[in-house]
């Protein structure tokens, strides 16, 4: 029998490939096709009989919408029954991720308020269960803010520091410096940070402010302010 977190996963991974796409919904061909990569390999000797119930779960889970579209084979496209239902699953897969110390679900288009909350919840109220990490989440955070700027990632690890420390201004992440040039930051409000050092060289910083912080020594090179 299929575990039951293989079920959270794989809604977690269609949540992220539809954010990504910036698509209302999704074929059924991608369910299949994340069994064949994700469940195959790790039970080589499961029956097709666990393979269906499995397939049967994630089309029929209450969370999802089915669309009356269908493709030339008759195969039909689904949806989030609700924004938040795909928000919360995109939560939980950066959060066990960060909790492993890999930032790469961050890699997706600028992630919503309601997304950085859920995963702050999930890390706060989960650890004790042992389903994740809020220490290294923390660090894992703090690592990525101080390398190399990586696009989307490094945008997102900064959203979710700015959530932290809104809802916990005694606990959040704290990088050594930001290394943030060519990043998207337009909008963004920086309140009370410690940037010494930082860089923001041909950064986009259209309407972001800089409110109570030290910039000592940060550099700006090239980087569009108004």
Known sequence: KIPGNMKAECMES???????????????????????????????????????????DMRTATFLNWSEKEDERGKGFFCFQHRSFQEFFIARRIA????????????IPKISDETAEFVLGLLKTHQALGEYDLQESKKTIEKTLEESYLPQISENALLLLL??????????????????????????????????????????LEGARFIDCDLSHSSFCGAKMK
């Open 14 to 56: 269609m949540a992220s490939n539809l954010w990504i796409k910036q698509a209302q919904s999704e074929h059924i061909d991608n369910i299949d096709r994340w069994v064949q990569k994700n469940i195959l390999p790790e039970f080589p000797g499961i029956s097709l009989t666990a393979l269906e119930e499995f397939k049967t």
């Open 96 to 107: 066990r991720f960060l909790s492993s110390a890999n930032p790469e679900p961050l890699n």
């Open 163 to 204: 959530k932290w420390k809104e809802l916990s201004p005694d606990f959040y992440p704290l990088p050594r410096r930001f290394c943030l040039s060519r990043a998207s930051l337009s909008g963004f409000i920086f309140k009370s940070l410690d940037l010494r050092n930082s860089l923001f060289d041909e950064a986009e």
